[in-house]
Structure formats: structure tokens, C-alpha cells
């Protein structure tokens, strides 16, 4: 069975570039996966950052950037807020109708 | 602006079928566009259960499809999540979300409810 991996965690220092990436255990990513991106705060629902690997969702800013680095999808965070510091998931379509979320990255800012 | 609201008994007893609905406001739900569910077990991540477009097309996530129906009521604008066999497994915060098939994402959500598998 094929598993979406992200790092499970991840700081950066406010102001600081971060790049999180989704990868897969067996494979490489690449756009015919379409990576989307998402961004949950305790106890929120989650916000829709980026889709179709990197394209965003209306009202997110230009700091949340999406590509393929390598093998994987990756999200990059240029000039870190505070409220930033949330969990952040990938998904990846796999074909035939089937849609898979990863584990999630704890992103810390500090 | 669209929007989504869950609703349903936040209890179910094991072996139990959970039952969920969401309501849609700003969309007509038969204009288009997939509707999906997905569930995050408490501190865990999310999972996608299956999504469904207004004319019965589904798409069912293998490992839940088994136990999973969704249907849609176009009159009421509504979409619904039946699981059966629950288990305390099944225990998690469900989220509806309104899922963009052709560009791959999940652009709309609802806040979620929770809903717990006990006796």
C-alpha cells in the first residue's frame, strides 16, 4: 500500500524560509499527482494554501509557494509569520478515483 | 460564498451505523463539483472517506469502502455519510468539503463535527 510521507516536524525562525515536502514510499512525486497543500490550526477546519501543485487558492499570499523538489511535492514558506505555526497536510492523487492525505508537518515558528 | 455545516449525533454506539449530513448555502449542489467527507481521529491526521458528484458518480477511499455510502439530496441541497460497523476507530472529527475533482483539492470545508464510538 502506498503511503504519503511528510516530515513530522519542522521550526523556522520568524522571518526564516522553510521548505516541507510530501513525498511517497514507493515512487517519485510529480505533477500527474497533483500535490495539493493545506494548512490546519488546533481545533480549526483546514484552509485550502495550494493545488494542482502550485497554484493558490484564492486569498492565500504570494509567501506560500508550491513545486516539485526531486522526488517529492514540497510547500515553501518565505518569510515566516507567527501564525504560520500550524499543521500542515499534502494530498495526492493516486488515480482510479483515489485521493490521499499525508501524515501531517508540525510546523513550528520560533 | 460557499458554505458547509455538519450535522449529525456526535454518539454512536459500536457496531452502530454513524450518520452525518451536510448542508450546502451559496452553491447548488447540482451545478456541479464532487462532495466529499473527510475525518481526523482526535491528535491524529486527516483521512479522505469519499467524495460524490450530483449524479451518482462516487469515488470511495479501498480501506473504508466497504462500509461507506454517500448519496446527495439535490432538493434539499445536502449531501450524506452513512458508515456502518462503527468502532471506536471511528471515533474522529468529520469534515465535509466541497472537492474540486478536475483540479484535485478539497477547496471548500465545513468546521467539522465530532462524532465518538462508545457504549
Known amino acids: 500500500q502506498t503511503v504519503v510521507t511528510q516530515e513530522p516536524s519542522f521550526s523556522v525562525s520568524p522571518g526564516g524560509t522553510v521548505t516541507l515536502t510530501c513525498g511517497l514510499t514507493?515512487?517519485?512525486?510529480?505533477?500527474?499527482?497533483?500535490p495539493s497543500w493545506y494548512q490546519q490550526t488546533p481545533g480549526q477546519a483546514p484552509r485550502t494554501l495550494i493545488y494542482?501543485?502550485?497554484s493558490r487558492s484564492s486569498g492565500v499570499p504570494d509567501r506560500f509557494s508550491g513545486s516539485i523538489l526531486g522526488n517529492k511535492a514540497a510547500l515553501t514558506i518565505t518569510g515566516a509569520q507567527a501564525d504560520d505555526e500550524s499543521e500542515y497536510y499534502c494530498?495526492?492523487?493516486?488515480?482510479?478515483?483515489?485521493?490521499?492525505f499525508g501524515g501531517g508537518t508540525k510546523l513550528t515558528v520560533l | 460564498q460557499v458554505q458547509l455545516q455538519e450535522s449529525g449525533p456526535g454518539l454512536v454506539k459500536p457496531s452502530e451505523t454513524l450518520s452525518l449530513t451536510c448542508g450546502v448555502s451559496?452553491?447548488?449542489?447540482?451545478?456541479?463539483?464532487?462532495w466529499g467527507w473527510i475525518r481526523q481521529p482526535p491528535g491524529k491526521g486527516l483521512e479522505w472517506i469519499g467524495s460524490?458528484?450530483?449524479?451518482?458518480?462516487?469515488y470511495y477511499n479501498p480501506s473504508l469502502k466497504s462500509r461507506v455510502t454517500i448519496s446527495v439530496d439535490t432538493s434539499k441541497n445536502q449531501f450524506s455519510l452513512k458508515l456502518n460497523s462503527v468502532t471506536a476507530a471511528d471515533t474522529a472529527v468529520y469534515y465535509c468539503?466541497?472537492?474540486?475533482?478536475?483540479?484535485?483539492?478539497?477547496?471548500?470545508w465545513g468546521q467539522g463535527t465530532l462524532v465518538t464510538v462508545s457504549s
Open positions: 451559496g452553491y447548488s449542489i447540482s451545478s456541479g463539483y464532487y
Open positions: 468539503a466541497r472537492h474540486w475533482v478536475s483540479k484535485n483539492h478539497f477547496d471548500y
Open positions: 494542482g501543485t502550485n
Open positions: 494530498v495526492l492523487y493516486l488515480g482510479g478515483g483515489v485521493w490521499v
Open positions: 460524490m458528484f450530483h449524479s451518482g458518480s462516487t
Open positions: 514507493s515512487g517519485s512525486v510529480s505533477t500527474t499527482y497533483y
